[in-house]
């Protein structure tokens, strides 16, 4: 794969970046129709996969996340997105699972997605990348986990997006899906986050240096688009009261506002530093694939309009969860899919987690959230008769 430069664009295409990748030589078909492939998948592996090939967990990553979900991120440094769960004796604990990560169809961490080489231009694919779905991402785990030889997922699990990726494995590949977890997650995208997700996708299109989707070709990127289009998210990932208690309207290193554009209030300097330091991880043109793909999501339409026949005969755990602060995916939109899970006669229970964590609950320390994840795990290994030499 070709080497590529930008300013303040992901490496995505360097082949030093640690971790792991499957070149896929069979095309995907697409649900737009495309045929797409060949292709890679970039992923992470926690943990020891047992003899039998039955302790294999899948984390799914939200919009913004990638493979990276316990290692430091090779970009910024930080700590995975769920490195306070993964590790030995945690709730996701790699003494005893053998835990999977890839970065999605689409994504800029590796797996293939609009920054890549299209060989038939020799250039990079741009807005020629197909238009993918979540249903798409799916299909393309499911040949890394063909490719590691696990005929059925212990476990499919991830919050948000990847809460809705955990619905259509359980949905597409039932046998393959012991138990899934889906967190602060919804089985169609609502009106109102498709609206968020146009502003973004607008901000980075109207940014100059997008130059119609050919800026890495151009040299350039929409570092100011990007960065808004954060801006804009962020906001519906924290909740009214996790922004008052952190910010309130203090103000940002001044006594007294200064009747002008700057940064005055530390809310202002939070969301403007998010956006910065986003633009340095991720890719303008994957930001606007991954949210239309979420978009597209709608598990009852693929099923007929029926969200109760995704599920039919399912033999899958699933355990749902939501956290009361969550007006981005809320507690009303988990309860729906338990009523289609219990219509379909599903093993299915549901705990909303108490919290003004808001939707990004699910990537800060809450005990109760850790304690319900852990428990319905141990409790899926016992009913498997996962023991632990096995695990």
Same mark, same amino acid.
């Given at each position: 794969?070709?080497?590529?430069?930008? %300013?303040?664009?992901?490496?995505?295409?360097?082949? +030093?970046?640690?971790?792991?990748?499957?070149?896929?030589?069979?095309?995907?078909?697409?649900?737009?129709? $495309?045929?797409?492939?060949?292709?890679?998948?970039?992923?992470?592996?926690?943990?020891?996969? +047992?003899?039998?090939?039955?302790?294999?967990?899948?984390?799914?990553?939200?919009?913004?996340?990638?493979?990276?979900?316990?290692?430091?991120?090779?970009?910024?440094?930080?700590?995975?997105?769920?490195?306070?769960?993964?590790?030995?004796?945690?709730?996701?604990?790699?003494?005893?699972?053998?835990?999977?990560?890839?970065? $999605?169809?689409?994504?800029?961490?590796?797996?293939?997605?609009?920054?890549?080489?299209?060989?038939?231009?020799?250039?990079?694919?741009?807005?020629?990348? %197909? *238009?993918?779905?979540?249903?798409?991402?799916?299909?393309?785990?499911?040949?890394?986990?063909?490719?590691?030889?696990?005929?059925?997922?212990?476990?499919?699990?991830?919050?948000?997006?990847?809460?809705?990726?955990?619905?259509?494995?359980? &949905?597409?590949?039932?046998?393959?899906?012991?138990?899934? *977890?889906?967190?602060?997650?919804?089985?169609?995208?609502?009106?109102?986050?498709? =609206?968020? +997700?146009? $502003?973004?996708?607008?901000?980075?299109? &109207?940014?100059?240096?997008?130059?119609?989707?050919?800026?890495?070709?151009?040299?350039?990127?929409?570092?100011?688009?990007?960065?808004?289009?954060?801006?804009?998210?962020?906001?519906?990932?924290?909740?009214? =009261?996790?922004?008052?208690?952190?910010?309130?309207?203090?103000?940002?290193?001044?006594?007294?506002?200064?009747?002008?554009?700057? =940064?005055?209030?530390? *809310?202002?300097?939070?969301?403007?530093?998010?956006?910065?330091?986003? $633009?340095?991880?991720?890719?303008?043109?994957?930001?606007?694939?991954?949210?239309?793909?979420?978009?597209?999501?709608?598990?009852?339409?693929?099923?007929?309009?029926?969200?109760?026949?995704?599920?039919?005969?399912?033999?899958?755990?699933?355990?749902?969860?939501?956290?009361?602060?969550?007006?981005?995916?809320?507690?009303?939109?988990?309860?729906?899919?338990?009523?289609?899970?219990?219509?379909?006669?599903? +093993?299915?229970?549901?705990?909303?987690?108490?919290?003004?964590?808001?939707?990004? &609950?699910?990537?800060?320390?809450?005990?109760?959230?850790?304690?319900?994840?852990?428990?319905?795990?141990?409790?899926?290994?016992?009913?498997?008769?996962?023991?632990?030499?096995?695990?």
């Amino acid at each position: 794969m070709s080497v590529l430069t930008s %300013p303040r664009s992901p490496r995505h295409w360097d082949p +030093n970046w640690p971790g792991h990748r499957l070149f896929v030589e069979e095309p995907l078909r697409l649900d737009c129709g $495309v045929d797409f492939g060949p292709f890679t998948i970039a992923y992470q592996t926690y943990g020891k996969l +047992n003899a039998l090939r039955s302790n294999a967990i899948l984390l799914c990553h939200a919009l913004t996340g990638d493979q990276y979900a316990a290692d430091p991120h090779p970009i910024t440094g930080k700590p995975g997105w769920w490195s306070s769960l993964v590790g030995p004796g945690e709730v996701l604990d790699t003494d005893r699972y053998f835990l999977i990560c890839a970065n $999605v169809l689409g994504g800029c961490m590796g797996t293939a997605g609009p920054g890549d080489i299209d060989p038939a231009s020799g250039e990079p694919f741009a807005l020629d990348f %197909p *238009v993918i779905t979540i249903r798409d991402m799916v299909r393309a785990q499911k040949r890394l986990v063909d490719h590691l030889g696990i005929s059925s997922l212990f476990c499919v699990t991830g919050g948000s997006m990847g809460g809705m990726q955990a619905l259509e494995w359980a &949905a597409s590949y039932p046998e393959s899906v012991f138990a899934a *977890v889906p967190i602060a997650a919804a089985a169609r995208h609502s009106a109102q986050n498709i =609206a968020f +997700n146009e $502003v973004g996708r607008q901000a980075i299109m &109207a940014d100059p240096d997008w130059c119609g989707g050919r800026y890495l070709l151009a040299g350039r990127q929409p570092a100011r688009g990007l960065a808004v289009a954060r801006m804009a998210a962020h906001i519906t990932y924290l909740s009214e =009261a996790a922004l008052h208690r952190k910010f309130g309207r203090n103000l940002q290193d001044r006594h007294a506002v200064t009747y002008g554009f700057d =940064a005055d209030f530390q *809310v202002e300097s939070y969301l403007r530093h998010q956006g910065n330091i986003f $633009v340095d991880r991720f890719d303008a043109n994957s930001y606007l694939y991954i949210t239309r793909a979420m978009d597209y999501f709608d598990l009852a339409a693929e099923h007929g309009g029926s969200l109760a026949r995704a599920f039919t005969g399912t033999q899958t755990r699933f355990c749902l969860i939501s956290f009361t602060s969550d007006w981005l995916f809320p507690t009303a939109e988990s309860r729906a899919i338990v009523r289609a899970l219990n219509a379909a006669a599903a +093993n299915v229970s549901f705990v909303e987690i108490e919290t003004d964590g808001g939707h990004d &609950a699910f990537l800060l320390h809450e005990p109760e959230f850790f304690k319900t994840l852990g428990g319905f795990l141990s409790g899926c290994a016992e009913h498997r008769g996962l023991t632990r030499d096995q695990q």
